[in-house]
Nanobody, 124 residues
Framework: QVQLVESGGGLVQAGGSLRLSCAAS????????MGWFRQAPGKEREFVAA????????YYADSVKGRFTISRDNAKNTVDLQMDSLKPEDTAVYYC?????????????????WGQGTQVTVSS
């Protein structure tokens, strides 16, 4: 069982930065693929970024590639999402997710555990 708690959301102007953090409980954190997803009003939840258990492999949606960076600290059971050059279209609720699988996935249905979400609002 893994419990996830996100933090770091807020209101920022376009071009600004935010850093989201996800704290995970559970001794098996190191074995989980971790991901970030987001959901804007009226839209489906979409993949943002994922990171392998070792942190050696990262994956990004095309819409955030070059602007967002996912990282993890297995000693602290945390996974972060550094978001730079934010755009109004990045506005959404951001969710941290954990997948008990060997390889990273961009599919929400492959993730077993989810946080409650944190709101990110980017003003123009």
């Amino acid at each position: 069982q893994v419990q996830l708690v996100e933090s770091g959301g807020g209101l920022v102007q376009a071009g600004g930065s935010l850093r989201l953090s996800c704290a995970a409980s559970g001794r098996t954190f190191i074995t989980y693929v971790m991901g970030w997803f987001r959901q804007a009003p009226g839209k489906e939840r979409e993949f943002v970024a994922a990171i392998s258990w070792s942190g050696g492999n990262t994956y990004y949606a095309d819409s955030v590639k070059g602007r967002f960076t996912i990282s993890r600290d297995n000693a602290k059971n945390t996974v972060d999402l550094q978001m730079d050059s934010l755009k109004p279209e990045d506005t959404a609720v951001y969710y941290c997710a954990a997948a008990n699988r060997r390889y990273s996935s961009v599919r929400a249905e492959d993730y077993n555990y989810w946080g409650q979400g944190t709101q990110v609002t980017v003003s123009s």
